[in-house]
């Protein structure tokens, strides 16, 4: 079936891929990847937010199912988190006598997950991959989001992965960068301001909790309270900006899925798919019609 | 995308079916238009049978609830599908057009001044 939907797209046939932040579920953008290949649709660019950046760069480095799949289960283990940043914690509760320091404020030891994306990606450099690649950050000083379209992948993965409180911000390029998620949630107005017509979105809402019994999950719920709000604010200004189509995939998850349930990676992946496939004939009319509309011009 | 229209006192029943995105919102403002130009600006559009909504769709509602509203009436939604609703809400229309279980209830609202 593959290869009918291949020969009967115009070869013109390419989109921008859009992965918000959303943790694990992200990587449902593996099997949204892979139908569009199968539909014979190229991926023009990419652009990743917090989980997002993690999965859009398997797919800008342009590995299958299989691998982008054993990869996350090496890379996103609950441990990553397990340690206490000690210190952190009491330069937060002692300002003064610890010095505390923004630079180095996240209460969870980050030396596990920098040894993962380095054991991942090693000296790999944005502009070198298959596909161009954007990941995005927020600056801490102003609050802009920063679109890391050049550098080392481990880099920048980390500064879109600084979930804060738990993930201190990442010096990159004189810039002090914490998660994307805090400036766009899902960053469409990269893939727009870099002259995308089609725009496949694979965003997710922030879970939001039925029981707060401790600080940690009061600010948790703050969070997701305005990142949600965020989120819906930016994307419904980008919808009504963009001249051409931002097609959203929400994949729907019967089975809830935690920060970490990484076991359910491969169930996530077929949820994408799925939800990839229901929008396949029509991104294939209208890339059908859009490819058309081109060669007019030319 | 097919579309039928039928009229309930002076609320226009605007019924689509199909998909509302690039390739059919063309026809959806033409019809909008054509409604609100003529002076039925109570609009009702029946979602009943709509399986899907894009960014080129939305932006066909927003104009025609736009323009509806500055000419005194209100573009409302009845009986919108959940995969629907949640790019109407992920939008931040579902903050800002009226949408109602069914079309008897969205045209009733009218007459009841909600």
Not at chain 1, 200 to 209: C, L
Request: neutral net charge.
């Amino acid at each position: 079936m593959g290869t009918n939907l291949a020969k009967s797209t115009s070869a013109q046939s390419s989109v921008s891929l859009v992965i918000g932040s959303g943790s694990v579920k992200c990587a449902a953008a593996i099997g949204v990847a892979s139908v569009l290949r199968e539909a014979g649709i190229r991926i023009e660019r990419v652009v990743g937010c917090s989980g997002g950046a993690l999965f859009a760069t398997l797919i800008a480095m342009g590995h299958d199912d299989a691998t982008a799949r054993d990869m996350t289960l090496r890379l996103w283990t609950q441990d990553i988190t397990a340690r206490r940043n000690n210190r952190a914690l009491l330069s937060a509760l002692a300002p003064k006598l610890m010095g505390f320091k923004a630079s180095r404020f996240g209460l969870r030891d980050d030396s596990l997950i920098n040894h993962r994306l380095q054991e991942a990606f090693g000296d790999a450099r944005i502009e070198d991959l298959q596909v161009p690649l954007h990941i995005t950050a927020t600056n801490f000083m102003d609050g802009e989001l920063v679109d890391l379209s050049r550098g080392p992948v481990t880099s920048a993965i980390r500064a879109s992965l600084a979930i804060p409180f738990a993930f201190a911000p990442v010096e990159l390029d004189g810039q002090l960068l914490v998660d994307g998620y805090v400036s766009d949630p899902l960053p469409i107005s990269v893939a727009i301001k870099h002259g995308a017509r089609v725009i496949v979105a694979v965003g997710f809402e922030s879970p939001m909790m039925e029981q707060i019994g401790s600080a940690g999950r009061f600010a948790m719920q703050l969070s997701s309270i305005m990142s949600n709000n965020l989120l819906r604010a930016r994307y419904a200004f980008n919808s009504v900006a963009h001249h051409a189509e931002v097609i959203t995939i929400i994949p729907e998850f019967k089975k809830r899925i935690r920060l970490f349930d990484t076991d359910k990676v491969p169930y996530i992946i077929d949820a994408g798919a799925q939800a990839a496939r229901e929008q396949i004939d029509y991104l294939r009319r209208l890339l059908d019609v859009d490819g058309a509309a081109g060669a007019r011009v030319q | 995308m097919e579309l039928a229209t039928t009229h309930h006192d002076h609320v226009t029943v605007l019924a689509i079916a199909g998909s509302v995105d690039s390739l059919t919102a063309d026809t959806l403002t033409a019809a909008l238009v054509e409604h609100v130009g003529t002076g039925r600006v109570r609009l009702v559009c029946d979602f009943s049978a709509v399986n899907y909504t894009s960014s080129a769709g939305l932006r066909s509602l927003l104009g025609a609830l736009k323009e509806s509203r500055r000419l005194g009436g209100d573009l409302r939604m009845a009986a919108v599908q959940p995969s629907v609703l949640r790019v109407l809400s992920l939008s931040g229309f579902a903050g800002i057009i009226k949408i109602f279980d069914d079309v008897p209830g969205a045209v009733s609202s009218f007459a009841a001044g909600a």
